[in-house]
Nanobody
Framework: QVQLVESGGGLVQAGDSLRLSCAAS????????MAWFRQAPGKEREFVAA????????HYADSVQGRFTISGDNAKNTVYLQMDSLKPEDTAAYYC????????????????WGQGTQVTVSS
């Protein structure tokens, strides 16, 4: 059974940093893509960042470009999201997602999802 388990969320002040982790178990995503999405109350889920294991390429949403960094440890089947210069508008539940293929789109589709970790940024 595939599981994605996120950790690292919390309550911080604007300008602070947080690092989220997502540990995958049950299968390897070494030839696929792992990503982070977020959903704020009353809003639709939105793409944040993704990393392609094979090419080690990354992609970011415009809203986080230059502030967030996605990285991964293939041996640990774990992906990280380093979030710097956090803003109140970054407040959301952050979800890890994964797929076992490269695909054409960074934002969809994803086969596996974690349960989420809450990030709250106070002003």
């Amino acid at each position: 059974q595939v599981q994605l388990v996120e950790s690292g969320g919390g309550l911080v002040q604007a300008g602070d940093s947080l690092r989220l982790s997502c540990a995958a178990s049950g299968r390897s995503f070494s030839s696929g893509v792992m990503a982070w999405f977020r959903q704020a109350p009353g809003k639709e889920r939105e793409f944040v960042a993704a990393i392609s294991w094979g090419g080690r390429s990354t992609h970011y949403a415009d809203s986080v470009q230059g502030r967030f960094t996605i990285s991964g440890d293939n041996a640990k089947n774990t992906v990280y999201l380093q979030m710097d210069s956090l803003k109140p508008e970054d407040t959301a539940a952050y979800y890890c997602a994964a797929r076992s293929f490269t695909g054409r789109s960074w934002t969809t589709p994803y086969d596996y999802w974690g349960q989420g970790t809450q990030v709250t940024v106070s002003s």
